[in-house]
Every structure is written in C-alpha cells, then in structure tokens.
C-alpha cells in the first residue's frame, strides 16, 4: 500500500505548477498540518478513503488500486448532450473558455479531424446555424426537422462569430483527412434532399460560404499564417485515415485533450495520461502526413480544386 500511494503522490506532484510544493497542496486540500503532509508523502502515514478522493477530485485523476501492467486510465469529463439539460448555447460557451484559456496563455492548438474543424465555419452565420442544426437533429430528442435560421439568434452566432475570431488568434496545426471536406458536403446534400433546407437561396448561400470559408484556409495554408497583423502560425497536413476528432491543447507546460464523438458530445482530460497518449499519436500522424502549408504544395491544390468544384455543383442542387 505504501508503494501505491507512492506512486500516486508521483503523479499529483507532476501536475503541480513549478512555484508549488506538493505539501502545500496537501495542506490547503485535505485541511492537514504541514507535518502530516509531510508524513503522508514520506509514506509514513497513509492516506484514507475519503481523502483520496479529495485528491482525485481536486487533481482530476484515479487512483488504481489494482492494475494490469502495461495499462493506464484517465479521469474524463463527458457532456451529455442527449439529455437535452445541456443546450447548444451552452456548447458555444464552454468553446469560448476553451479556446480563451489557450490564448490567455500563449498556447497552441493542435487537431487530428474528419470533418472540417468547426471555428473556421463560425465566421458565417448561415453557414454556422446549418451545422449545429444539422448536429442537433442528430443528438437532441424531439429536436426542429426543418432548418431555420432565425431559429438561431445573437445569442449563439456572436459567441460563434467570437470564438472564429479567438481561433485566428491561436497558433495552430489542422491533420484534415480526404474526407474532412465530404462530410460537411454530404451533411448538405441530404439536407437538399430530405427538404431540411426548402429556402433554394439559403441553401446557395450555405454553400458559396462553405466555399469561402475553404478560400479562408487556403489563405492560411500558403501563408502559414492566420493573421495580416501578426504571427499565427497555421501548419496544415493530409492523411488518409484518422477516424476521430481529436484536438490538443497546450498551455505553460499543461495540456487539455477534447475528443469529439456522436455530434456534441466531447470527452475531455486535463493534464492526464490521455493527454500523453494523444499528444505522441498527433506526433507521429504528423510525421507520416503530407503537408499541405507553404508556398506550392500541388497535393493541397489539386485538393481544393475538387473540393470547390464540389462546392459549386451542390449549389446547383437548390
């Protein structure tokens, strides 16, 4: 038992800032002297039930008793946006603290995705009420069919329109696959041909802002740069198959993983084990990936060029 609590005072002190002491944290957290802290973490006095979940609670960690070697687990938080508790406004929200959290700090933020990752849809209104329309139907019970847009108001699309802009503020590294674009594309396709989108206008718009916001990347790409005014790095690359959303942020040595599954919903870790695991994985895709940022990259043109022609022809649809 000693060795295990051991082990589990190594992995808090890991997630502790630099100007901290692990004593101090088990001072303020468990309501402990400092003496008994120290007996704690020399092992001397073990640690009780209820404590260890103070720790695992404060820390956002498990604590193993048993495990198999060569195995790990991770405390996650999950948003269960089924239950319909949780609104889209809130969604909007909790990517606005995400996104302002890495650029308060400086960070970067890195995604391996197969769909078009979704603040670069947020500068377009119509464009960005499609999309959570379109996800909502998907994972809301008893959720509108038909689209319309004035459904969608300023209380979603300005903190839509302001995470777009905190994205361009942020360095970032984008691993789309050859489906990134299709998937948004065939959302629009079946939206034309269940009658989800009836207004033929909207349904052009819809598409002449996919096109853009695909003219807004390609700016980026051969730049390498998200901004006119400063430096924003922008590095984009291809790969074949990825299977996931999956986006990485990193901030004064601390990392946060949001993994996007079933529409809305998000599985989430700070500065855990997942946090390594998919920090290496994104390591090694971009390694094996072909690059699609610089000045010409004929893969990332021949790519494009379908991808407006595909564009225009669903245009035509409505």
Request: aromatic fraction near 12%; proline fraction near 3%.
């Amino acid at each position: 038992m000693e060795q295990l609590q051991a082990n589990f005072f190594n992995l808090l002190s890991k997630k502790i800032p630099a100007n901290r002491k692990l004593s101090d944290e088990l001072v303020t957290i468990l309501g402990i002297s400092k003496g008994e802290a120290y007996k704690k973490i020399n092992t001397k006095s073990l640690l009780t039930i209820p404590q260890i979940k103070l720790l695992c609670d404060a820390f956002k960690v498990s604590f193993t008793i048993e495990g198999k070697e060569n195995r790990s687990s991770a405390n996650i938080n999950f948003t269960p946006f089924h239950t319909g508790k949780i609104a889209v406004k809130d969604y909007i929200n909790s990517l606005e603290r995400f996104l302002g959290d890495i650029a308060l700090h400086n960070g970067k933020l890195s995604c391996a995705t197969d769909d078009i990752p979704i603040f670069h849809l947020f500068q377009y209104p119509e464009l960005t009420a499609f999309k959570l329309h379109f996800w909502q139907m998907r994972i809301i019970d008893h959720a509108p069919f038909k689209l319309n847009v004035n459904d969608w108001g300023p209380s979603i699309l300005e903190p839509a329109a302001r995470l777009h802009q905190l994205y361009q503020t942020i360095p970032s590294i984008e691993v789309w696959t050859k489906t990134s674009l299709l998937n948004t594309l065939d959302q629009i396709r079946y939206a034309a041909e269940a009658k989800i989108i009836t207004d033929k206008a909207l349904g052009k718009l819809i598409c002449g802002q996919l096109r853009s916001a695909l003219s807004d990347i390609e700016v980026y790409a051969i730049n390498r740069n998200k901004s006119n005014e400063k430096e924003v790095s922008f590095d984009w690359y291809f790969y074949d198959v990825i299977g996931t959303i999956t986006y990485l942020a990193e901030m004064d040595g601390q990392l946060g993983t949001y993994i996007r599954f079933n529409t809305f919903n998000t599985i989430q870790e700070d500065n855990g084990p997942l946090c390594t695991e998919v920090k290496h994985w994104l390591h090694n895709l971009i390694q094996d990936a072909t690059g699609f940022s610089g000045q010409g990259s004929v893969q990332r043109n021949k790519y494009l060029a379908n991808a407006y022609e595909e564009c225009d022809e669903m245009g035509d649809l409505f």
